[in-house]
């Protein structure tokens, strides 16, 4: 069996192609690679059959960073906005207790749900919930209904997806016929990092 060593990136990345002409078969074999050559590493390791081989793998900063992680799911909050008004479109809200509206991500991953605590049922109109990435408004949204529920769980049927450095917030809709102005709103979302995008 191939002896497997993972190492830290200490120099130029050396693609694996340049290798090809310089290995024998029974020679032992260290490789630094570029992530396009992970592939090409697969591809020569079932292809060896004489010999052991001994490779080490160079990983970049951000695959260092990965290793070992398994994806795993949590609960990010909270957006927390008080007495939400009529009239709102892709509207902002903070992060509890700061002026922040979009939390930084760590690593890359996808959000899978909205969570929401309302002091009382939406009337007037529905409330509608998108999840914001880098400022913009994505597509992802959850809508409660009028008279819909306090407490709701929405599941994205599309993960939107986010990367290492990505920022994440919550905006709020609602209509012209709004009528629970004291609304109360806290939010959540449902993230699992490490996710493979």
Do not use: C
């Not at 002896?3 to 290798?19: E, K």
């Not at 992530?35 to 010999?51: A, F, N, Q, T, V």
């Amino acid at each position: 069996m191939p002896n497997l060593t993972i190492t830290s990136l200490t120099g130029s990345v050396v693609p694996l192609v340049d290798f090809y002409s310089q290995t024998k078969p029974g020679a032992p074999l260290v490789a630094w690679r570029a992530s396009s050559d992970l592939p090409r590493m697969l591809d020569l390791l079932k292809r060896w059959k004489d010999g052991e081989v001994s490779v080490a793998f160079e990983f970049l900063p951000e695959e260092i960073a990965a290793l070992g992680k398994e994806p795993t799911m949590r609960e990010m909050g909270d957006w927390v906005k008080d007495n939400i008004a009529a009239n709102q479109v892709n509207a902002a809200i903070p992060v509890l207790g700061t002026t922040i509206n979009e939390r930084l991500m760590t690593t890359g991953g996808v959000v899978i749900g909205i969570k929401s605590q309302l002091s009382e049922t939406p009337g007037g109109s529905a409330l509608g919930l998108v999840i914001s990435q880098n400022g913009a408004p994505s597509a992802a949204v959850a809508s409660i209904a009028i008279g819909g529920p306090v407490d709701n769980i929405a599941m994205l049927a599309t993960p939107l997806e986010y990367a290492a450095l990505d920022k994440l917030g919550i905006m709020v809709n609602t209509g012209a016929g709004w009528t629970t102005v004291n609304l109360d709103a806290l939010v959540s979302l449902l993230v699992i990092d490490n996710a493979p995008i």
